[in-house]
């Protein structure tokens, strides 16, 4: 499966973004999708993931009530809104999807990753 993340940029903090990750070569729902980050020095990061197995979600403590993870089906795409965005959630996000629906934060379970999109938040 081909992941193609978008929806990154600059914006202040307390502001908002969507990011979407899109699949091809088989659909989302057979797959556990899972955003991370990484920011310049810093390790990988687990942001939020959505089981393929009954949709339920989790979200890293840092990003509890400001992120939300979805995923519609039907256009095979999983979204991330990020609403009161922070200066520390500048980084690099990534998508990733896992044919297990266990060991969610763990992106070395991940079998596919795309490629990363930017998001930057001023103070």
């Known amino acids: 499966v081909q992941l193609q993340a978008s929806g990154g940029g600059l914006v202040q903090a307390g502001g908002s973004l969507r990011l979407s990750c899109a699949a091809s070569g088989r659909t989302f729902s057979s797959y556990t999708t899972g955003w991370f980050r990484q920011a310049p020095g810093k390790d990988r990061e687990f942001v939020a993931a959505i089981r393929w197995s009954g949709g339920s979600t989790r979200h890293a403590s840092s990003v509890k009530g400001r992120f939300a993870i979805a995923r519609d089906n039907a256009k095979n795409t999983v979204y991330l809104q990020m609403n009161s965005l922070k200066p520390e959630d500048t980084a690099v996000y990534y998508c990733?999807?896992?044919?297990?629906?266990?060991?969610?934060?763990?992106?070395?379970?991940?079998?596919?990753w795309g490629q990363g999109t930017q998001v930057t938040v001023s103070s």
């Open positions: 990733a999807a896992s044919t297990r629906d266990y060991g969610l934060g763990m992106g070395d379970l991940y079998d596919y």
